[in-house]
């Protein structure tokens, strides 16, 4: 890890919940493990109690949509939010916090905007995180179409905006949970540090 | 500087299917009924494998007018098939842009001795296997993902657990052995050396593998996740049951509560009967799909 401070500078244990209705949930718990956080995998409300971030990965957007109405997890997620508790998403994630579904984040976006399996690529991309650009891993991915004032944009893959960031919540439209990058992440883990030390 | 279908592109694909249902549709009304219900994919066919076993004759590649027609009703990824060794058909179904190909033995095989050399597509390839050796046979010509077979089209569970325990026993076993000795293991199951090695030192598959072939109940898609599969495919045991739309939401319910019994419960009641079944092993040799291919 290329000396990314240790989120847990602040010497509590942090524990993240990964949302596991489905999609590549396992990918993202592996990485919040190598980083030094403590992992739980979220498929009904009270599986929320207690945690301090949650990620929400990638997966088949419309399965997830699905499985969140079938557990009732939309408010608990949107008081999740309210609370300060920092959300990450991932792709299909990004999909769920949006405007169009839980409404989490200020930005709308468009499904599958890259085009079917064939148009995936991979591509260097520069999130000004210390150590250059990650190797970005784009899967059938969306891209962020609209935002509100508040979203910062963070990076953009030919004129698109594919990663962004509005208070307490990421967003990126790509895979960081696929490759042995665990910067994004590192940067996740520090805002749940920071919100915990915030709270307490 | 965009690096299109790379390996990790292709395989990446099948992690975000995890957790998730891959249906059998033969048309529109069909396919959406599938995503409503929570499909993570669709396998796009004329005819579902019990219908293949009924009507008999060679079974090839779908219309691709049908196909289309699918990719049209949905917006989640769509996979067809292609008969095995049978690298045209998988040509044609990369111009068609679908989102993976599966290699199947359920179509009638168009080689008998060799498999698509599936490095040179875009379009991601699933493979069946019925052991370790097969599986990384075909990741070895380029697979991004393995379905254990299973007996397709029979609503019979047995085949399906054989070959996973098959894959899983095997992956166990390779990590206690030493250099010299997985040299011989893979000599031993006629599977690439280096492949060999990967999965003794990681003790997984370095591809993502589902279950498919006989999963008819929620109990059945729990069984397997229990058993080590990453996800189930559907096929016959859906649109041949009394009640499709319940029984699919029923069976993603399943797969992603397959630890909590009171949920596969749940997902269980009021579902109707059941896909008319076959028993397995009453089959003749001729009769089986899963001794196609090597």
Redesign the interface.
Known sequence: MNGVPSPRASGEQITVGVL????????HGAVLKRLGAEVREV?VPADLDRLDGLVIP???S??IT??IE?EQLGDPLRAFHAAGKPIFGT??GLIMLDRDHLGIIDVRAE??AFG?????????LELGLEGGPVEA????APWIAEHGPSVEILAE?EGHAVAAREGSVLVVAF?PE??DDDRVHALFLQSVSDARLTAA | MRDEATFKVKAGLAEMLKGGVIMDVIDQEQARIAEAAGACAVMALERVPSDIRRDGGVARMSDPEMIQSIQEAVTIPVMAKARIGHFAEAQVLEALEVDYIDESEVLTPADEANHIDKWPFKVPFVCGATNLGEALRRIGEGAAMIRSKGEAGTGDIVEAVRHLRTINGEIKRLGGLSEAEIATAARDNAAPLELVRAVAASGRLPVVMFCAGGIATPADASLVMQLGAEGVFVGSGIFKSADPEARAAAIVEATTHYEVPERVLRASEGLGAAMDSIESRKLDESELLSNRGW
């Open positions: 596991a209705l489905q999609g590549d949930f396992e990918a498929r990638g997966g088949e419309t399965t699905l499985g079938r792709c299909a499904r599958n079917r399996q064939v148009r995936s690529f991979e591509a260097p891993i784009f899967i059938r893959v895979h696929l490759g």
